[in-house]
C-alpha cells in the first residue's frame, strides 16, 4: 500500500503557507497521496522528512523507459488492481513482432509504421516492433535489425536467448535503448553484463512465477534494475492468472522481485483469438503485449480499447469549447449545438460528416461531461449556449438564425429562443439521426 | 524462490439464476471469484450465449451481418430458430414493433409473438420490449401471462416501470432485467425496489448499460467491476448476473459499418464489425459480465472458444 494522506502529513513543516498551490499542508499531503503533486512543490520540507516519505514512498512498480526520442515508452509506476480506485497511469505498449527470416523485413516494418489512428482528435499509434531471431543465426538477427532500425522510428524489443546474437544486435542498436529479450536462468549473467554495458531495459524470462522471482533477484543482485518481467505464461486463462498475481505481489505485498512491468505474447494462431487475448492483457496489467498481426482491422479494437481502459475515470476528455467546422461551411451551412465532452463531440462531428453537408459544431464548455449529464448538472443551459454563440462570432459566419439542438434537451429550446433571438430546431435525440434530419429539414 | 500465491478470501458470491424450465433450464451466476481467478475461487455455471430476434425487419444492419439472416428477417419463428442452429444458449426476442414510432403494435400481437417464438425453442427465451417504459410495461405483463410458467427473462425494468414488470413476472412465473442507466448506486436502487415488491434476488438479472469499444466501455468496465467487488464484499442487492446487450452497441458504432473505401486506414470491414462486437464482449467478461447479448453468429462461435479457455483452471 502507498503512503497515505495523513503519514505525509506528519512529516510537512505544518505552515499552511500555501507556496505549495494547496490551501493547507495537509490538502498538499492529500495530493501527494493521490500521485498530483510531487513533495519537491514544498520548498521548507526537511532533509530528513524528504528521506522518510522518498524512500516509503517508491513506486511499488518501478517506472521502465525504452527507446529515445520521441517515441520513447515509458512502463510501470502503477500503484492500483482496478482502473476505479485512482487510475492506470502508463497505457499498455502495443508491440508488432518480425521474423529474421521474413523476406521483406523493411516492407513489414513499414506496414507497421502506418499502423498510426485518430480517435477522440487524437493520434493512437502502435509503440513497438519486435525483431525475433527465428533463425537462430547472429548474423541473419543483426542484418534484420539493422534494417527494422533503418526503417521505423520506433524503439525496438531484440528478441534472441543467444547471447553472442544479442551482442552483435546490440552493436547495432544499442544507443537507441531498445528492450532486450530476454535473460532465462540458462544466460542471465551475460545478458545483464550486456544491459548494463549499453544501459538498455532487459527482460527477465521464467519458466513460472517461483523461476521468475528467483531470477529477477539475480538479476538485481546484480546491479541492473530496469527489468521488465515475463512469467512464461502463453495461454490466456493462465497469463491472466500471472498478471494478476504478479500486479498483486507488488502493491498489496511490496514483493520487489516483482516490482516491474510485464511483457506479453499473442501466440493464439487464430487470428481472431489472438486479437481476444491480447485485449485481456490490454484490461488486465500487461504493459507490453506482443503481437505478429500488422492488419489495421486487428489493432484498431485494441488501441481503442486501450485508450478506454487507460482513461483517468476523474478525467473526461475534453474538446476545447470554440467554432469547429466540418468540411468549408459557407454562409448557408446548419449550426450544431452539443457539449464539448469528447466523445459527444466526435459522435457528432463524425455523423455531420457522414451526412456530407458542411457545417458549424458549437461544443458548450460542461468541463467535459455528455449533453444529458450537462444538462442536469446545468452545465448545458440557454445561457452557456448564448454565451458561446456570442464569444464565437457565429452570427457573422452565417447568414441565418437557425441553430440544431440535442433532442435529448428539446425543453431548453423556448428559453434559447428567447434569449438568443435565434430559432431553434430540436434535433434528433441520437447523432445518428443527422443525416436523415438534414435531409428532411434542412435545404 | 517459492512465491506465496495471494488468494484473496471473500464473504459472498454473484447469486444463482435459473432461466427456463426442465431439460431447457440454464444455471447462470454462482461465481465466488472475480472473474477467471479460478485459483481463489469457484465459477460453478456457464457464461450464456445469446443472439438477438427482431420481430421486424432490420433495414440499416451492415450487409454482412444481414447475410447472416438473410432468409429468416422477415418471420421471427423462423429467425429463433436459426440463433438456436447458430448455438445460442438463449435467445433474445426484441419487441421492435410495439414502439410507438414503428407499427405501434398492441401487446396483444407482441405477446402472440413471443408465445410462438418461445414455442419453437428448445432453449430459454429473453424478452426486450422498445425502450419507451410505459408501453414496455403494458407489452411485457401480456407476455408475462401469454409465456406463463415457462420461467423466461423478461427486460428491462428500470426505475421507472418496474412495478408492472415485476408484478407480473412474479404473478407468472418470469425473471427480470433490471436496468440502471451506468450507475452503481441506480443499480443498487432499483434491485432494492424490486426485491422490495418481494421478487426475490434469485430471479433478477443486472443490466447495467454499457456502451461499446470506443463510446464509453469504460464506464462499464468500471461499474460491472465494482458490482462484482461488491458482491463478494457481502452485498446483497449487488449480487444478481450481469447481461451485457453487447450486439446493440457495437452495431452502431461506425468503425462496425463503414466500408474500407471511407476508412482506408482501418483496414476490412466484415473482420472489423466482428472484432469490435467480440472484443467488447471479452473486455466486459473481464469485468464481470456473463450472459453477453450478441448479433452475429460469427462473434458468437469466436466468444465460445475464448471463454471456454478463461473456464479452464488456472489454479497453481
Same mark, same amino acid.
Given at each position: 500500500?502507498?503512503?497515505?494522506?495523513?503519514?505525509?502529513?506528519?512529516?510537512?513543516?505544518?505552515?499552511?503557507?500555501?507556496?505549495?498551490?494547496?490551501?493547507?499542508?495537509?490538502?498538499?499531503?492529500?495530493?501527494?497521496?493521490?500521485?498530483?503533486?510531487?513533495?519537491?512543490?514544498?520548498?521548507?520540507?526537511?532533509?530528513?522528512?524528504?528521506?522518510?516519505?522518498?524512500?516509503?514512498?517508491?513506486?511499488?512498480?518501478?517506472?521502465?523507459?525504452?527507446?529515445?526520442?520521441?517515441?520513447?515508452?515509458?512502463?510501470?509506476?502503477?500503484?492500483?488492481?482496478?482502473?476505479?480506485?485512482?487510475?492506470?497511469?502508463?497505457?499498455?505498449?502495443?508491440?508488432?513482432?518480425?521474423?529474421?527470416?521474413?523476406?521483406?523485413?523493411?516492407?513489414?516494418?513499414?506496414?507497421?509504421?502506418?499502423?498510426?489512428?485518430?480517435?477522440?482528435?487524437?493520434?493512437?499509434?502502435?509503440?513497438?516492433?519486435?525483431?525475433?531471431?527465428?533463425?537462430?543465426?547472429?548474423?541473419?538477427?543483426?542484418?534484420?535489425?539493422?534494417?527494422?532500425?533503418?526503417?521505423?522510428?520506433?524503439?525496438?524489443?531484440?528478441?534472441?536467448?543467444?547471447?553472442?546474437?544479442?551482442?552483435?544486435?546490440?552493436?547495432?542498436?544499442?544507443?537507441?535503448?531498445?528492450?532486450?529479450?530476454?535473460?532465462?536462468?540458462?544466460?542471465?549473467?551475460?545478458?545483464?553484463?550486456?544491459?548494463?554495458?549499453?544501459?538498455?531495459?532487459?527482460?527477465?524470462?521464467?519458466?513460472?512465477?517461483?523461476?521468475?522471482?528467483?531470477?529477477?533477484?539475480?538479476?538485481?543482485?546484480?546491479?541492473?534494475?530496469?527489468?521488465?518481467?515475463?512469467?512464461?505464461?502463453?495461454?490466456?486463462?493462465?497469463?491472466?492468472?500471472?498478471?494478476?498475481?504478479?500486479?498483486?505481489?507488488?502493491?498489496?505485498?511490496?514483493?520487489?522481485?516483482?516490482?516491474?512491468?510485464?511483457?506479453?505474447?499473442?501466440?493464439?494462431?487464430?487470428?481472431?483469438?489472438?486479437?481476444?487475448?491480447?485485449?485481456?492483457?490490454?484490461?488486465?496489467?500487461?504493459?507490453?503485449?506482443?503481437?505478429?498481426?500488422?492488419?489495421?482491422?486487428?489493432?484498431?479494437?485494441?488501441?481503442?480499447?486501450?485508450?478506454?481502459?487507460?482513461?483517468?475515470?476523474?478525467?473526461?476528455?475534453?474538446?476545447?469549447?470554440?467554432?469547429?467546422?466540418?468540411?468549408?461551411?459557407?454562409?448557408?451551412?446548419?449550426?450544431?449545438?452539443?457539449?464539448?465532452?469528447?466523445?459527444?463531440?466526435?459522435?457528432?462531428?463524425?455523423?455531420?460528416?457522414?451526412?456530407?453537408?458542411?457545417?458549424?459544431?458549437?461544443?458548450?464548455?460542461?468541463?467535459?461531461?455528455?449533453?444529458?449529464?450537462?444538462?442536469?448538472?446545468?452545465?448545458?443551459?440557454?445561457?452557456?449556449?448564448?454565451?458561446?454563440?456570442?464569444?464565437?462570432?457565429?452570427?457573422?459566419?452565417?447568414?441565418?438564425?437557425?441553430?440544431?439542438?440535442?433532442?435529448?434537451?428539446?425543453?431548453?429550446?423556448?428559453?434559447?429562443?428567447?434569449?438568443?433571438?435565434?430559432?431553434?430546431?430540436?434535433?434528433?435525440?441520437?447523432?445518428?439521426?443527422?443525416?436523415?434530419?438534414?435531409?428532411?429539414?434542412?435545404? | 524462490?517459492?512465491?506465496?500465491?495471494?488468494?484473496?478470501?471473500?464473504?459472498?458470491?454473484?447469486?444463482?439464476?435459473?432461466?427456463?424450465?426442465?431439460?431447457?433450464?440454464?444455471?447462470?451466476?454462482?461465481?465466488?471469484?472475480?472473474?477467471?481467478?479460478?485459483?481463489?475461487?469457484?465459477?460453478?455455471?456457464?457464461?450464456?450465449?445469446?443472439?438477438?430476434?427482431?420481430?421486424?425487419?432490420?433495414?440499416?444492419?451492415?450487409?454482412?451481418?444481414?447475410?447472416?439472416?438473410?432468409?429468416?428477417?422477415?418471420?421471427?419463428?423462423?429467425?429463433?430458430?436459426?440463433?438456436?442452429?447458430?448455438?445460442?444458449?438463449? *435467445?433474445? @426476442?426484441?419487441?421492435?414493433?410495439?414502439?410507438?414510432?414503428? &407499427? #405501434? %403494435?398492441?401487446?396483444? =400481437?407482441?405477446? /402472440?409473438? $413471443?408465445?410462438?417464438?418461445?414455442?419453437?425453442?428448445? *432453449?430459454? @427465451?429473453?424478452?426486450?420490449?422498445?425502450?419507451?417504459?410505459? &408501453? #414496455? %410495461?403494458?407489452?411485457? =405483463?401480456?407476455? /408475462?401471462? $401469454?409465456?406463463?410458467?415457462?420461467?423466461?427473462?423478461?427486460?428491462?425494468?428500470?426505475?421507472?416501470?418496474?412495478?408492472?414488470?415485476?408484478?407480473? %413476472?412474479?404473478?407468472?412465473?418470469?425473471?427480470?432485467?433490471?436496468?440502471?442507466?451506468?450507475?452503481?448506486?441506480?443499480?443498487?436502487?432499483?434491485?432494492?425496489?424490486?426485491?422490495?415488491?418481494?421478487?426475490?434476488?434469485?430471479?433478477?438479472?443486472?443490466?447495467?448499460?454499457?456502451?461499446?469499444?470506443?463510446?464509453?466501455?469504460?464506464?462499464?468496465?468500471?461499474?460491472?467491476?465494482?458490482?462484482?467487488?461488491?458482491?463478494?464484499?457481502?452485498?446483497?442487492?449487488?449480487?444478481?448476473?450481469?447481461?451485457?446487450?453487447?450486439?446493440?452497441?457495437?452495431?452502431?458504432?461506425?468503425?462496425?459499418?463503414?466500408?474500407?473505401?471511407?476508412?482506408?486506414?482501418?483496414?476490412?470491414?466484415?473482420?472489423?464489425?466482428?472484432?469490435?462486437?467480440?472484443?467488447?464482449?471479452?473486455?466486459?467478461?473481464?469485468?464481470?459480465?456473463?450472459?453477453?447479448?450478441?448479433?452475429?453468429?460469427?462473434?458468437?462461435?469466436?466468444?465460445?472458444?475464448?471463454?471456454?479457455?478463461?473456464?479452464?483452471?488456472?489454479?497453481?
Amino acid at each position: 500500500m502507498g503512503l497515505t494522506g495523513l503519514d505525509i502529513f506528519k512529516q510537512l513543516p505544518k505552515t499552511n503557507c500555501k507556496e505549495c498551490g494547496q490551501p493547507t499542508c495537509l490538502a498538499f499531503a492529500m495530493q501527494i497521496a493521490a500521485g498530483k503533486a510531487g513533495l519537491d512543490q514544498c520548498p521548507h520540507v526537511s532533509d530528513a522528512a524528504k528521506e522518510a516519505l522518498e524512500s516509503a514512498s517508491a513506486p511499488p512498480v518501478a517506472l521502465v523507459k525504452i527507446g529515445t526520442g520521441d517515441k520513447e515508452i515509458q512502463l510501470g509506476n502503477e500503484t492500483v488492481l482496478f482502473r476505479h480506485d485512482k487510475r492506470f497511469e502508463h497505457p499498455t505498449a502495443i508491440t508488432i513482432s518480425v521474423c529474421d527470416t521474413d523476406d521483406n523485413i523493411a516492407g513489414k516494418v513499414q506496414e507497421i509504421n502506418k499502423l498510426v489512428f485518430d480517435r477522440v482528435g487524437m493520434t493512437f499509434s502502435v509503440n513497438m516492433v519486435a525483431v525475433c531471431n527465428c533463425s537462430g543465426d547472429a548474423d541473419k538477427f543483426a542484418a534484420a535489425v539493422k534494417t527494422a532500425q533503418e526503417n521505423t522510428e520506433y524503439p525496438l524489443a531484440l528478441m534472441t536467448e543467444d547471447v553472442a546474437a544479442m551482442e552483435k544486435a546490440l552493436e547495432i542498436a544499442g544507443a537507441k535503448k531498445p528492450l532486450i529479450y530476454a535473460a532465462t536462468a540458462a544466460n542471465y549473467e551475460a545478458m545483464t553484463e550486456l544491459a548494463k554495458k549499453y544501459e538498455c531495459p532487459l527482460a527477465v524470462k521464467g519458466a513460472d512465477l517461483n523461476e521468475l522471482a528467483e531470477l529477477s533477484e539475480k538479476v538485481t543482485a546484480l546491479g541492473w534494475k530496469q527489468l521488465i518481467l515475463d512469467s512464461g505464461a502463453r495461454e490466456v486463462n493462465k497469463v491472466l492468472a500471472d498478471q494478476t498475481q504478479i500486479r498483486r505481489q507488488a502493491i498489496n505485498k511490496r514483493f520487489r522481485p516483482f516490482g516491474y512491468p510485464t511483457i506479453t505474447f499473442v501466440t493464439n494462431d487464430d487470428p481472431v483469438q489472438a486479437v481476444l487475448d491480447a485485449s485481456v492483457y490490454i484490461a488486465k496489467y500487461a504493459a507490453i503485449v506482443v503481437l505478429n498481426t500488422a492488419d489495421p482491422a486487428d489493432i484498431l479494437p485494441l488501441i481503442t480499447l486501450r485508450l478506454n481502459i487507460y482513461t483517468d475515470p476523474q478525467k473526461p476528455i475534453a474538446v476545447e469549447a470554440k467554432l469547429y467546422e466540418v468540411g468549408e461551411p459557407g454562409p448557408d451551412a446548419p449550426v450544431f449545438i452539443t457539449t464539448n465532452f469528447s466523445l459527444t463531440y466526435f459522435c457528432v462531428a463524425g455523423d455531420v460528416e457522414a451526412a456530407r453537408i458542411p457545417a458549424y459544431i458549437l461544443p458548450v464548455d460542461t468541463d467535459g461531461t455528455s449533453v444529458l449529464t450537462a444538462w442536469a448538472a446545468g452545465k448545458l443551459t440557454p445561457e452557456s449556449i448564448y454565451e458561446l454563440m456570442q464569444k464565437t462570432g457565429i452570427e457573422e459566419k452565417v447568414n441565418h438564425k437557425k441553430l440544431i439542438l440535442p433532442g435529448g434537451v428539446a425543453v431548453l429550446s423556448g428559453k434559447l429562443n428567447e434569449i438568443s433571438g435565434w430559432e431553434v430546431l430540436v434535433g434528433p435525440r441520437e447523432s445518428a439521426g443527422i443525416p436523415s434530419f438534414l435531409k428532411q429539414r434542412w435545404s | 524462490m517459492a512465491v506465496n500465491i495471494l488468494k484473496d478470501t471473500y464473504k459472498s458470491k454473484v447469486v444463482e439464476v435459473t432461466l427456463g424450465t426442465d431439460d431447457k433450464a440454464l444455471k447462470i451466476g454462482g461465481e465466488s471469484t472475480l472473474p477467471f481467478l479460478h485459483f481463489e475461487g469457484e465459477m460453478p455455471n456457464k457464461y450464456v450465449l445469446v443472439l438477438e430476434v427482431f420481430d421486424m425487419e432490420q433495414d440499416d444492419w451492415p450487409d454482412n451481418l444481414k447475410a447472416a439472416y438473410a432468409d429468416v428477417m422477415n418471420d421471427p419463428v423462423a429467425w429463433a430458430k436459426k440463433c438456436v442452429e447458430y448455438g445460442a444458449n438463449m *435467445v433474445a @426476442l426484441r419487441l421492435a414493433s410495439v414502439h410507438p414510432d414503428n &407499427k #405501434d %403494435a398492441s401487446p396483444e =400481437e407482441a405477446a /402472440a409473438t $413471443a408465445k410462438a417464438v418461445a414455442d419453437a425453442i428448445n *432453449v430459454p @427465451l429473453l424478452v426486450v420490449g422498445c425502450g419507451v417504459e410505459e &408501453k #414496455d %410495461a403494458a407489452v411485457l =405483463e401480456k407476455v /408475462a401471462e $401469454a409465456l406463463a410458467g415457462k420461467n423466461c427473462l423478461l427486460g428491462n425494468a428500470t426505475s421507472e416501470n418496474y412495478k408492472a414488470i415485476t408484478a407480473a %413476472a412474479m404473478v407468472h412465473g418470469h425473471n427480470v432485467v433490471s436496468q440502471s442507466p451506468l450507475d452503481i448506486n441506480l443499480a443498487k436502487q432499483v434491485n432494492i425496489l424490486m426485491t422490495e415488491m418481494g421478487l426475490p434476488t434469485e430471479r433478477i438479472v443486472m443490466d447495467t448499460l454499457s456502451g461499446a469499444v470506443g463510446y464509453g466501455i469504460e464506464y462499464a468496465y468500471s461499474i460491472m467491476e465494482r458490482a462484482r467487488l461488491g458482491t463478494l464484499m457481502g452485498d446483497r442487492m449487488l449480487s444478481m448476473p450481469i447481461i451485457a446487450y453487447v450486439g446493440q452497441e457495437t452495431w452502431k458504432a461506425k468503425e462496425s459499418k463503414a466500408s474500407v473505401e471511407e476508412f482506408p486506414e482501418w483496414g476490412d470491414q466484415v473482420k472489423r464489425s466482428i472484432l469490435w462486437e467480440v472484443v467488447t464482449a471479452a473486455a466486459l467478461a473481464q469485468a464481470g459480465a456473463s450472459i453477453f447479448v450478441l448479433r452475429h453468429p460469427e462473434s458468437l462461435k469466436q466468444l465460445k472458444v475464448h471463454l471456454d479457455k478463461l473456464y479452464e483452471s488456472n489454479a497453481y
